[in-house]
DNA sequence: GAGGGGTGTTACCGGTCAGTAACAAAGCGC
DNA sequence: GCGCTTTGTTACTGACCGGTAACACCCCTC
């Protein structure tokens, strides 16, 4: 009956790996202290020698889930270490997967909607590890030379969490299954348009080697609006 | 106390609308059908006469939601009754200014987070509603004219339910308040692509005079991907 | 083998939850 | 006025919730 009751990790990190399978399948509110300890394979005391309270298990959970968002850049990084558009584009093949995997959203943004008082403890997490989601896609369009890259990475941004959430609502029959190619669309788009004119000094892990796919598009003129 | 105590209202519409206020301020789970009824300046019997359970309360209250909606898509026809294109600003504009209102987001989309469970009688009613809400914007790209009108339309849809979802956890600094800017510029781009050959017949309340500012930029290669 | 930290077990607390029973009162059409 | 429907009031149930107390146990280290 427990999901983790058989393995080698200490109660603590079965309890974080438990509680975030069933915060993601019934909610957090959904999901009692007690379900969780017992489907840990452990009990509620030891759940709260570790954790003082449940919000402080919540935000546990969430950090946890950033540390994972950590590997998952750093996977990306590392699938195309010289090619920045390439990993834009390995971004959205891999968030997609994961959004399609099953359909219940993103854990922080579920997060943010369970927990609606303003001063949960819990919020600041979200906000910090949204922002940072933001900001790291936007350094990607800058290495990759987009021009306009903080309003791609905006774009995507809202493209996916859009994604996530409208799947939770509708299933695959929604415009949230059809997310890869609606971005790849914005990518190509925004990749199009002309540098500003030396060809994009890359910021981190610096290569001169640009060479993603949108680049080999005409360039063409700007996509502003009034 | 109560917010609808003193209104003409009959108890059933009060306990509605304050059920709708305190789901949306406090999340479905988060308050009781007790402070409902109190708030609503009834008790709880009578929230019961009407409405055999807390379940289907929250239904009564997405469908009353969609009736809201219902009336929002008639002021937007009536906005610019021969315009599609000057609708689907319109659109924008409306639909921005009240993810910006309060930053809950979508009480439709936060009810298929809070109610996991897939058997959930609301999860239908939450489909339906959000696939009606795309088709509803598809029909009126492609009463503007767009080519790929279909494609714009879920774009759109996923920014403001990105942008919505994306305030709900970080405010007004992230992406989701420069919705505006970063929807216009999609429609900027999709509008630009030059339509099939007969200036696009208006499928619904027909009209010759295709007028969206969209149209006056010039036409542009379209943005298929691979 | 003694000690101690981490863990398990059981029982309990007060609060809140959704939902119901029984009865009283008020409104309203006739 | 009468009668019916709607509403209000109080009290209750049984379940579950988050959180705690007290005590026993196991395993590792010294």
Redesign the pocket.
Known sequence: METCGASPL???ERIIKTARDLFRKHGIRG?????IAEQA??????L???F????DLIIACLQDFANDAEAFWQSIEMSHPDSPMAQIHEWVRIVSECALDDLRGCDMANAAVELAEDAHPARHVIEEFKMAQRNRLAQLCRDAGIEKADQLADTLCLLIEGARVNMQSVGLEGPGARFISLAEDVIAAFAREKPERKPATLHRHASAKIKGRGQLHAPLPAANRA
């Open positions: 200490r109660p603590r999901v009692g202290v007690d379900t394979g452990t009990n509620k005391m030891t709260y020698r570790h003082g309270s449940k919000d």
